[in-house]
């Protein structure tokens, strides 16, 4: 990595980085000091960065480096740093050798990076280890990629089965299912999802698609609102469900056909089978990102619990207990 390059990473990259390997912060420390010379205070930066990395070093005391490294990739892979993690991969694997889990980060890169390909079949190498529902989870956003969403669901169901609890696979299973026609299928894990993880942009999109394609525009437009959706991704998901509608016939439970996401993206360029970044190894069976302004990180209580919104049907599968699964 060249010195300027560690210079601009982000300060979580930048820590993992200062004690992944001794070489490597001695290098990053020089490289640093060459930029910030010209400053009088440059020997006291570099004390506090070398102090900042040797307080993570003792904290995670407890684990390998190995396991370090492995977080470093994870770290660059959340930054969208896809094509870089690759050669870090490499360099894990060359030290330490293969693993499961260094296959699954590879596995993601390859897919994120258009190496459909080779992706599958790191994925599938992933089916006989303790990995194996990031396997089925990864084939199954490849699946979906293709259009071919019966198919991505049965491989997501299986993923689903292996970890209940992952919200941002049962969000993804929700879409694949509405995509394949199987609409009655979609709510449980959409609910599911949005109940596991309230804050969840693609969870609350996909389920308010699944309401516009039921004919639900009253809970649909409370969900939105709640969530305080840009006018841009609420008509987004109002084009997306008329699409999807009308590629299965009249009626909504009509299967779909699996090629309508070759004409998602010309919904005002706003819906397309990509994932909404809510995890950046998230597949493509979702809404496509949108910016949502006047955010500013704050929800109320009522924003962050879909059960509520509504005096009518509850959103929650269980109006008892509203958090759903803890």
Partial sequence: M????????????????????AGATALAFTGCASIKDQYAASADAQQRMAAEAAAD????????????????????????????S????????????????????????????????????AYKRLLTTPQESAGYRGLGLLAGARGQYAEAVQLLKQAQRRTPTDSLLLSDLGYASLRAGQVDEARLPLMQALQLQPDSKQAQANLALYFEMTHQQEQATALMDANRMPEATRAAVRAAALQMRAAGGSAVRSPLVTSVSASASAIAANVAPTA???????????????????????????????????????????????????
């Avoid at 060249?2 to 210079?7: H, P, R, S, V, W």
């Avoid at 870090?88 to 390909?117: F, M, N």
């Fill in 2 to 21: 060249k010195t300027l390059d560690f210079c601009m990473c982000s300060p979580a990259v930048r820590r993992l980085l200062a004690f992944a390997s």
């Fill in 57 to 84: 070093t003792k904290a995670g005391a407890t684990v390998d480096t190995q396991a370090t490294y492995l977080k470093l990739v994870e770290q660059m892979q959340k930054e969208d740093l896809w094509f870089a």
């Fill in 86 to 121: 690759l050669a870090h991969i490499d360099a894990l694997e060359r030290r330490w050798g293969v693993s499961p889990e260094s296959t699954r980060v590879r596995a993601d890169a390859l897919r994120q990076t258009g190496q459909a390909e080779g992706a599958e079949a």
């Fill in 276 to 326: 909404l970044r809510d995890d950046p190894a998230s597949g493509p069976l979702a809404l496509k990102p949108a910016r949502w302004a006047g955010m500013d990180g704050a929800r109320t209580a009522n924003q962050l619990n879909p059960s509520v919104l509504t005096s009518g049907t509850p959103l929650s599968p269980n109006p008892t207990s509203p958090r759903g699964t803890p």
